[in-house]
């Protein structure tokens, strides 16, 4: 369990450093405004699990749409104008792990912003950008020394390494 919480966390923490440089080079989507009936959402009570990925997470709630099951994540907080590259792939990995789960692709998963909500579609090249993110974090787990790959003092700020990080710009 501790090495899967110890994924999750790797995850997080790539996807935040890596993901502007993974979106220039996949061509990620960017999102959609649509409108959503919060009332159909169902609350995902148990995460989800995909042993062959080593992954584990739980979207927000899963929409049940002619028998399509869509993954929503809410944040709360600044509302983009286009989802940051971090939510698509945290969504990205909701979308694979419902099809790990159920055997059923979504076609999009939706990041509900406090007051928009956008469809991003679930890609051949979005799932393959997430794959070699996935591959590139095992890489990196063996690895003892990880440089920084920014120089925003605020980020490492608001980041919950800083008191260890032998890196941090604070
Ligand atoms: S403190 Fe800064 S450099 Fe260290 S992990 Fe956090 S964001 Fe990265």
Redesign the pocket.
């Known amino acids: 369990m501790l090495f899967l919480v110890f994924v999750l966390l790797l995850l997080a923490i790539v996807f935040f450093w890596q993901s502007g440089r993974q979106r220039r080079a996949a061509g990620l989507p960017g999102g959609r405004v649509i409108y959503t009936d919060t009332h159909a959402w169902g609350v995902v009570e148990k995460p989800l699990f995909s042993s062959e990925l080593g992954l584990t997470g739980k979207p927000d709630y899963l929409v049940e749409q002619n028998g399509r099951l869509i993954p929503v994540e809410v944040k709360t907080g600044r509302v983009p104008d286009a989802p940051y590259d971090s939510h698509i792939f945290q969504l990205a990995a909701y979308c694979l792990l419902v099809e790990k789960t159920y055997g059923k692709r979504p076609p999009y998963g939706i990041i509900h912003y406090p007051n928009r909500d956008f469809a991003v579609d679930y890609t051949p090249q979005l799932e393959s950008a997430l794959l070699d993110q996935l591959a590139e974090m095992r890489r990196d787990e063996n690895r003892t020394n990880v440089p ?1 790959s920014h120089d925003e003092a605020a ?2 700020r608001r ?1 919950g ?2 008191k260890v ?1 032998d ?3 604070v």
């Open positions: 920084r980020r490492c980041c390494f800083k990080c890196q941090s710009l």
